[in-house]
């Protein structure tokens, strides 16, 4: 083969790509949408329309917030896994989506350590353990105490079978050597009404959903599950300070895109979502709702993917938990 005919190659290829890296140059060029497997209202999806609106800003195009509850938020990972990979819809997924495709939802496979292209982390979020303001019950020492005279008669509540509130929950179960039944809601508000009606004992929560009640004087915190207190309830222990050493869960959010989208399109939406986590407004919007904010690349994203899989599904496999 001549110089000329190298060249020639070296042309051909060059116009055929040029359609995919020039449309990679102009995105975004239209909308783009957010899917949250939640319900609106609550603690993931107005964090992510804290998000949206920021990277909206920062791209120029507007960001639609998307709403597909249901399965432990695995009807939208299954609705953005299909989706075409050209950076237009993103899944706004979480600790759930590591491990529960495969072992609590065997017909749903879009895992997302696997499945998809990481575009960055977004929050951290330690979940509080709280109770009805009026309940007996005043610290974890007096739950634990209260499930093991009672076995099974305890009730928590959480937002959904197979999501980390419930993890978390039959983890500290294990740690305590007691039984509580579960009982899941379909969201944040519906599993909070339950508890003020007394339809629950206990549950797992969110800062962002349950400190204003805790503020108003309707929830009690009993403990914070991460491995420090939380700024906004200086005052309410951890849950290894409350006799169970070692004890650090939170739950966390990232964004992903479809299998195959553009690491040039990955990229230019995570160098957006950088100057988001970093604006000082933004920050303390987050962290007075109990966010800790995850900044980093795509890789370093998809590297804590990795370990998050690895650890979650030894969990849930260790805990032997199932879908209720």
Excluded: C
Aim: proline fraction near 8%; hydrophobic fraction near 45%; aromatic fraction near 6%.
């Amino acid at each position: 083969m001549n110089i000329k005919s190298i060249t020639l190659l070296g042309l051909v290829g060059a116009l055929a790509a040029a359609p995919g890296f020039a449309q990679d140059q102009r995105f975004p060029s239209q909308p783009i949408q957010i899917v949250v497997g939640f319900t609106p209202g609550g603690s993931a999806d107005t964090t992510a329309r804290i998000v949206g609106d920021g990277i909206s800003r920062e791209l120029g195009q507007p960001v639609v917030i998307v709403n597909k509850p249901g399965a432990g938020t695995n009807i939208a990972a299954q609705f953005v896994a299909k989706a075409p990979a050209d950076g237009y819809t993103l899944l706004f997924g979480g600790t759930s989506l590591v491990y529960s495709p495969g072992l609590l939802y065997p017909s749903m496979k879009a895992n997302l350590a696997k499945d998809f292209t990481p575009v960055g982390g977004v929050v951290k979020v330690p979940l509080l353990l709280i109770v009805k303001q009026d309940s007996p019950v005043r610290d974890v020492k007096q739950l634990m105490a209260a499930a093991r005279s009672k076995p099974g008669q305890v009730n928590y509540g959480s937002t959904g079978a197979g999501v980390s509130p419930q993890i978390a929950t039959e983890m500290l179960n294990a740690r305590a050597g007691v039984v509580m039944t579960h009982i899941p809601y379909k969201g944040t508000a519906p599993m909070l009404t339950a508890m003020l009606a007394g339809d629950i004992d206990v549950a797992f929560d969110v800062a962002s959903s349950s400190g204003p009640m805790i503020q108003a004087g309707k929830l009690r915190g009993l403990a914070v599950s991460g491995a420090a207190r939380l700024r906004m309830f200086p005052d309410i222990p951890t849950i290894a300070e409350s006799g169970y050493p070692g004890f650090d869960v939170a739950t966390w959010y990232g964004l992903v895109a479809p299998q195959g989208t553009p690491a040039a399109v990955a990229q230019k939406i995570n160098a957006a979502l950088q100057k988001v986590l970093a604006n000082p407004e933004i920050g303390k919007t987050l962290a007075d709702n109990g966010n800790e904010v995850m900044p980093g690349t795509p890789a370093a994203f998809q590297s804590f993917l990795n370990s998050e899989y690895r650890k979650w599904n030894d969990t849930v496999k260790a805990l032997n938990i199932k879908l209720d």
